[in-house]
C-alpha cells in the first residue's frame, strides 16, 4: 500500500463507510462513552468541525474527527484518529492528521487538543513525533489518562 495510493477526504454527508469505521474504531480501544446518533451529521457539517476518512483504493482505513473546543480560546480537538490494522505503516495516521491541522488553521485555531490512554504507546510515539506534548486534564473522559497539545501556529 504506497503512500501515493492513500487518497484523503473530508466528509460531506454521512456515509455507510464512515460510520463502519467509526464503529471499528469504537471496538478496537474499547470506548464506553461512544458518539450518539445523529453526531457524525453535526460534526460534518459544523462549521468548526469536520471528519476525514482515508480510502485505499475504494476501502476506508482510517479516520480522524475535528471538534472545535470551546472550553478553550482558539483551540480544536482532535478525536477517533484510526487506522485499520492493514494500512499501519504506510503514513495513514500522518495524512489524516495532516488534513485535519491544515483545516484547523484555516478555521483559525491555534492549539490542537488530544485525549488517549496510556495503553497506545503507538499513538502516543506517533503525537510526541508530530509535536504534541503532554498536557493538564481538560476534559472528563472516563477513559483518557493522557492528555496533549500542540501549538499550530
Known sequence: MPH???RIERLTAPT????????????????IQRDEPGALHKL????RSG???AFAGSEAVGCVVLKDLPSIPEAGECKRLYVKPSARGHDVADLLLDALEEQALRLGMQWMYLDTHDGLKTAIALYERRGYQRCER???????????????A
Open 51 to 53: 471528519v476525514w476518512l
Open 44 to 47: 460534518i457539517h459544523g462549521s
Open 4 to 6: 501515493e495510493r492513500i
Open 16 to 31: 455507510e463507510a464512515a460510520q463502519q469505521i467509526l464503529e471499528e474504531y469504537y471496538e478496537a480501544v474499547d470506548v
Open 138 to 152: 481538560y476534559n472528563d473522559n472516563p477513559q483518557a489518562t493522557v492528555f496533549m497539545r500542540k501549538q499550530l
